[in-house]
């Protein structure tokens, strides 16, 4: 769609006048308004017009709503769907999201209400375009990274100006920000991209085991030669092998066979490898050799519009992958997702999505769907790069005070869930409780036994 | 098997919720919602016609669904004890109760008093 043209909804209504009510609404909107009273009609324009957003009513003379939205989403660039069910029917609209629409209105409705629904719905369309168009734009991702702020372009300079280069890097981020694709990337855009790339967790294995994944006849020194070898968590390395690794790097060890080309290395940490040198846990020496250009990886909370991008990206890849529908986020979501801090940086977010995606099947993203803690904005102890580590592990029969602090009991977290999707839906109880997935007497019955313990 | 719907209190099912008409004559405008209640008496007057006649056929499908229509469109104008009323034949013909005639003839004429009180309570 181009961005000039006015977006066309094609409502689906039977009655000539709720119809007219709907055009009233939007008389003096900037949408162009298609109107057929049954789903044959529907068809025929969805065929041959660009239609943006389909308000579709659910019993119309040739056939249920519900089967249209399934018929619609099987067709490549379907239109969203939203769907104008009954007063009443919370049942109906929860249904008619799980089967891809992208949100419902209950009747009857005010022209803000539908102003609101169908400008989300326009908002979410643009997002999933610029995202289309940025993956598309040279400059706007760079190898497989995603991602066009300004913290990214930088990143994607310093790539470009190091493939270039002979220089060692040393790559410096928080756990999850993409060191290894960093490292990746340089190598892919060097003269040694035929050649291998090996790559190394030294944190991950014990020094012996890791003496041999390093420097044996099968080994990554060997795998890399000639190409790229890359080091991640160089900081953990154990003393002796930080020798060895100085050994390899100084003796010319990693240089291939004659005429051949020497071994590039890239380390990493997700620590401050000058701290570590100060701390004796890297040798100095060591740390000058391998530490001569720093490549500084930003964390997803310096990446602004990043993360929706990133979000998009995630949702359409597991999405398609499960067959699930989902095609967009819930403004709600969209603000959850920009609001928190990420401290598990890119890979934090690619692993709610993918749980998400495996735990939901609807049109969209809701707010109620994310992980509590990004509703509330706690950051979870498990997740936390930057914060100090969890407290040890309490005695048998003891309860740590730092857990007692973290863990809350299961019925608070429910009445937390219940009570920001109430007020997320405008006090509206039948549609949080479509949104939170159960019935609406189950919704009511914890409200009235909450307020009867007094807690409400 | 035929029964009675509940009674219609035309008294309360003619008369609109003042609320709601004044929201739609806020985002219609005057000309715009005389217009549409005047075509929402016809097009409800046509709807009960085709219940009578699905009725007469046998077809209680059909006219389950034109009552509810009629159900969605008297609370879309601001008339939702009507729409109550119609909702309550729609809910009857959906278990495959027949409505008497009487009651068809009732919400008929309740639907001509309730357009015309909705029509004089709109703002001149």
Same mark, same amino acid.
């Given at each position: ?41 529907? %068809? #025929? ?6 239609? $943006? ?16 939205? $399934? #018929? ?24 008619a999201v799980r089967r891809g629409a992208i949100d419902f209105i209950t009747k009857p409705f005010d022209a803000t ?14 997002? %999933? ?9 040279? =400059? ?6 995603? *991602? ?27 756990? *999850?920000?993409? &060191? ?55 900081? $953990? ?58 490549? %500084?990886?930003?964390?997803?909370? !310096? ?19 499960? *067959? ?6 819930? #403004?709600?979501?969209? &603000? ?7 401290? =598990? ?9 993918? !749980? ?32 100090? $580590? ?5 005695? !048998? ?7 007692? !602090? ?7 977290? #429910? ?11 405008? =006090? ?16 009511? %019955? &914890?409200?009235?036994?909450? &307020? ?5 | ?5 509940? @009674?219609?209190?035309? +008294? ?17 405008? @005057?000309?715009?919602?005389? /217009?549409?209640? +005047? ?36 609370? @879309? ?9 119609? +909702? ?11 409505? /008497? ?7 008929? @004429? ?15």
């Open positions: 769609m181009s961005e000039t043209r006015m977006p066309r909804v094609l409502l689906v209504e039977d009655s000539q006048s709720m119809t007219s009510i709907y055009r009233g609404y939007l008389a003096s909107a900037a949408y162009r308004v298609s109107a057929v009273p049954t789903l044959q009609a529907a %068809r #025929e324009v969805v065929a041959e017009k660009a239609v $943006d957003i389909v308000l579709l009513d659910v019993q119309l003379p040739d056939g249920n709503g519900l089967d249209f939205v $399934d #018929e619609l989403l099987g067709c490549e660039d379907a239109p969203d769907i939203i769907v104008m069910t009954a007063y009443a029917t919370a049942d109906m609209a929860v249904e209400r539908l102003l609101v629904t169908l400008d989300n719905t326009l908002a979410q369309q643009k997002l %999933r375009r610029d995202y289309a168009r940025l993956a598309r734009r040279p =400059g706007a991702g760079f190898d497989q990274f995603i *991602g066009d702020s300004p913290a990214m372009q930088s990143v994607y300079q310093t790539i470009e100006a190091l493939a270039a280069s002979e220089a060692a890097v040393f790559l410096v981020g928080e756990s *999850g920000t993409g &060191k290894e694709l960093a490292a990746r990337a340089i190598h892919e855009h060097s003269r040694r991209r035929e050649a291998g790339f090996a790559a190394l967790n030294c944190g991950a294995m014990p020094g012996d085991r890791l003496d041999q994944a390093l420097f044996a006849d099968d080994g990554a020194a060997r795998s890399a030669r000639g190409g790229t070898l890359f080091l991640d968590e160089v900081c $953990d390395l154990a003393p002796e092998l930080q020798t060895t690794l100085l050994r390899f790097v100084q003796s010319g060890a990693s240089s291939g066979n004659e005429g051949a080309m020497a071994t590039r290395i890239i380390c990493a940490t997700n620590r401050d490898p000058l701290q570590a040198v100060q701390e004796g846990t890297l040798r100095e020496d060591l740390y000058y050799r391998l530490h001569v250009v720093p490549l %500084r990886m930003p964390p997803l909370r !310096e990446r602004g519009g990043d993360i929706v991008l990133l979000a998009a990206h995630y949702l359409a890849s597991f999405a398609s992958g499960a *067959g699930k529908r989902f095609r967009g986020f819930s #403004e709600g979501a969209i &603000k959850a997702l920009q609001r928190y801090p990420w401290p =598990g940086n890119v890979r934090q977010l690619q692993n709610v999505l993918q !749980e998400l995606v495996i735990l939901h099947d609807a049109g969209q993203v809701t707010e109620a769907m994310l992980p509590d803690y990004l509703q509330t904005g706690h950051i979870p102890v498990e997740t936390s790069a930057r914060g100090p $580590d969890p407290a040890p592990a309490a005695a !048998e029969g003891q309860t740590p005070q730092v857990a007692r !602090e973290i863990v809350e009991p299961l019925w608070q977290v #429910e009445k937390r869930a219940i009570e920001h999707a109430i007020a997320a839906c405008g =006090g509206n109880v039948n549609r949080a409780a479509g949104l939170l997935e159960v019935a609406p007497s189950t919704v009511y %019955r &914890k409200l009235q036994a909450w &307020k009867q313990a007094g807690d409400a | 098997m035929t029964h009675r719907l509940p @009674s219609v209190h035309k +008294a309360d099912v003619c008369c609109p919720d003042q609320e709601l008409l004044a929201r739609l004559h806020a985002d219609l405008g @005057s000309a715009a919602l005389g /217009a549409i209640l +005047a075509q929402g008496l016809t097009e409800s007057g046509e709807r009960l016609d085709a219940c009578r006649q699905a009725l007469e056929r046998g077809d209680t499908a059909t006219a389950a669904r034109e009552a509810h229509t009629l159900a969605g469109l008297q609370r @879309s104008i601001g008339l939702p004890a009507l729409g109550e009323a119609f +909702a309550a034949l729609e809910q009857q013909l959906t278990r495959g109760d027949r409505p /008497a005639g009487d009651d068809l003839d009732e919400l008929a @004429s309740a639907l001509v008093q309730a357009h015309a009180a909705a029509r004089d309570g709109l703002p001149r």
